[in-house]
């Protein structure tokens, strides 16, 4: 079996795409929140949290649909919180996102604790015990494409919320540039006093785009805990937060190229299980992503430089 | 904004009145029995409640079984596992240690030692066991650590898994002879489970591959999913024994997905912690019989044996300390040739013909180079 016989299967290119599904529900919302000037850091803890209530939520109303709906809820209040001391109380937002990270992690077991009365034991705390497939986010095998070879292998049999990631860059790409409403986000993310200068209120955009963010973050949770994996467990997101922000970056915060920072960073997870596949050392293969994501990040950096240069150069030929 | 602020403290305040409600679950001391005469008094503290199935319901199976032999008599307080009953387990213990009616204290679990190192400082006539745990071994001459050898756990779950793989009369087994781990961490104690199984799958089949992955943490569970798909995928492995915490269980919601595997747990009995369906393809479990042990340390202490005060003690099959699951899927699901096998191999370890490689101590072997010379 050659070597690219060997990494490029389809099994490759669909996880490439289970990976990347959380990641650009992250990004998507620290883009939308960037673009309205936030600087939101707290989405890591946000799906702690909405991936934590959505598998209860689904396990005690024994449906999915609830699970979900209570998961984007709890991103909302979630990050009302985050605007509430940020913008009403004046809190710095980093330090507000910083919180909201640290009760993701261990506020979460707590509420865990609290609300489900399971005693860890030796075992770490999670609600795996709960969770049955029939209560995750159902597959969907796509009609006529999953017939398809190769294509639908890759393309077919993905969850509702993976298929609605890739529809959402879409949709958050026309909300920004098609709408008021974008305009509005973007106007005051750009120049605040000149929005609030012809009446509109700062405010309120700030509060909206975190509300929206809040979504977006809830379906990554839900997607973590009812989806990937079975129930909520400690600190499943496990960074996922962080690599958006990083996408968000290196995809200049608009959302095509967000979602190419995150298919980016996706290829390069999966490279990575392939690469652990041959026997490179573990501690070389994890920290792949990651250098892929600085690469991306300096490349992103050369070619905005250059595009600065390039007017000047213009100029002193002239 | 007025509305919205008030609307926010609200749900802030309800959010907390919830979280109080919730949090009565406290536990009272469970009673104790009459025992024989000469019998000691033995106080077991539980960092949580009982009902666990695993560690803490092991060792109080252990401590009954001693007791309705009469030979202790015994006091169980379930202290809670939340973290607002953290604050009463140092209370707890030190009320138990001053108490004097105790001959022997029982702890366990990471949690327990720090508390445990102060408690057994100021009480220094006071004898403690703690489980699992080695944190501060021989530190207090009154206190005896018990720790579990896991690589003879591992061996015997390589003898299985090497047995099993090539029967492809088995569901879900395919003629490769590929096994799979899934490891927390390239660390010592994570390799000493990993060297056990490698040898005691050699040892079946010397032709057997390994196909050994590390998620490098403990948590991401989405993370031990892709490698053990990757596994099957890729490697055609059929056996996948998951040592990496609450991420192992990634790996069990892989073969789940593909169902053409077979998942192994560790620590406790998996098959009554999962859920159904995962139960369903788990064929067994790696265990900690905190129970045996108790029983084993108070066989030593009336035979006399008692030096141990102050030291650790790594408890093997010989001590039955470790052990696998083998009702259930096991017994449903592998052939009989397989179960001899398994036999043999625990017989071999407990009588000394067969000694386990371990990952740490003086005695260490390379584990990297073995691992990579076994990789499919």
């Known amino acids: ?318 | 904004m007025k509305k919205i602020m008030k609307l926010i403290l609200a749900l802030i305040l309800s959010v907390s009145l919830v979280a109080c409600g919730g949090g009565g679950s406290d536990e009272g001391g469970a009673g104790s029995s009459e025992g024989g005469e000469g019998a000691y008094n033995v106080a077991y503290l539980v960092n949580g409640n009982l009902g666990d199935k695993s560690f803490f319901d092991s060792a109080k199976a252990g401590l009954d079984q001693l007791e309705a032999d009469g030979r202790i008599n015994l006091k169980t307080i379930e202290m809670g596992g939340t973290d607002s009953d953290k604050p009463k387990w140092e209370s707890i213990l030190y009320e138990v240690s001053d108490s004097g009616e105790y001959d022997y204290i029982i702890v366990g679990t990471f949690q327990m030692p720090d508390f445990l190192k102060a408690a057994a400082t100021d009480y220094p006539d006071q004898k403690y066991i703690i489980f699992d745990d080695n944190t501060y071994v021989g530190n207090n001459d009154n206190v005896l650590n018990l720790m579990y050898k896991q690589n003879e756990l591992g061996y015997v779950l390589g003898v299985l898994a090497g047995g099993i793989t090539t029967d492809t009369s088995v569901a879900n087994i395919n003629e490769d002879a590929v096994i799979g781990f899934v490891g927390g961490q390239d660390s010592p104690v994570i390799n000493d489970f990993l060297i056990g199984y490698i040898e005691g799958a050699l040892s079946v089949n010397p032709d057997i591959k390994i196909d050994t992955r590390y998620t490098n943490d403990f948590v991401d569970t989405a993370k031990s999913k892709e490698f053990a798909l990757s596994m099957m995928n890729d490697k055609k492995a059929d056996i996948i024994w998951g040592v990496a915490g609450n991420a192992g269980n990634g790996a069990a919601e892989a073969v789940l997905e593909t169902n053409n595997a077979w998942f192994i747990g560790v620590d406790s009995d998996q098959e009554q912690t999962f859920i159904d369906e995962l139960a369903a393809i788990t064929l067994t479990s790696g265990l900690k019989n905190i129970g045996n042990s108790l029983i084993w340390v108070f066989d030593e202490i009336d035979a006399g044996n008692d030096d141990f005060w102050g030291t650790e003690i790594a408890l093997g099959l010989a001590e039955n300390g470790v052990g696998i699951v083998d009702d259930k899927n096991y017994d449903a699901v592998v052939p009989d040739s397989v179960k001899e096998l398994v036999a043999e191999a625990i017989k071999a370890v407990q009588d000394g013909s067969v000694e386990v490689s371990t990952a740490f101590g003086p005695n260490k072997v390379d584990v990297a180079e073995i691992r990579d010379s076994v990789r499919p």
Request: charge should be positive; hydrophobic fraction near 55%; include cysteine.
């Open chain 1, 1 to 318: 079996m050659g070597f690219f016989e060997f990494v490029f299967t389809v099994e490759f290119f669909f996880s490439i795409i289970r990976i990347t599904a959380p990641i650009i529900f992250a990004t998507l919302a620290a883009i939308i929140c960037q673009k309205g000037g936030v600087s939101n850091i707290g989405l890591e803890g946000t799906m702690m949290m909405s991936a934590l209530f959505g598998s209860l939520f689904a396990y005690y109303s024994g449906s999915w649909i609830v699970g979900v709906l209570v998961a984007i809820i709890t991103g909302i209040i979630v990050s009302l919180g985050i605007a509430f001391f940020a913008f009403n109380l004046r809190t710095n937002i980093i330090l507000a996102g910083t919180a909201v990270n640290m009760i993701g992690s261990g506020g979460t077991i707590f509420l865990v604790k609290v609300i489900t009365g399971m005693t860890e034991g030796n075992q770490l705390t999670s609600t795996n015990g709960l969770i049955s497939t029939r209560l995750q986010i159902p597959v969907i095998n796509i009609p006529i494409l999953k017939d398809i070879p190769l294509i639908g292998g890759v393309l077919s049999g993905h969850s509702l919320l993976t298929y609605l990631a890739f529809v959402l860059v879409f949709l958050t790409w026309a909300l920004l540039y098609k709408t008021p409403i974008g305009l509005n986000i973007r106007s005051v993310g750009e120049n605040p006093n000149a929005a609030s200068s012809v009446g509109v209120s700062v405010i309120k955009i700030k509060y909206t785009v975190l509300i929206i963010g809040g979504i977006l973050a809830g379906l990554g949770g839900a997607f973590m805990s009812m989806y990937y994996s079975m129930g909520w467990s400690q600190d499943m997101v496990a960074g996922r937060g962080f690599i958006a922000l990083a996408a968000t970056a290196m995809g200049g915060g608009e959302p095509l190229g967000g979602l190419l920072a995150a298919l980016i960073f996706g290829f390069a997870q999966a490279l990575s299980i392939k690469a652990s596949a041959v026997g490179i050392d573990s501690n070389l293969v994890s920290p792949i992503p990651y250098l892929v994501t600085i690469i991306g990040l300096v490349v992103f950096a050369i070619v905005a430089r250059e595009k600065a240069k390039k007017p000047h150069k213009v100029k002193e030929s002239a």
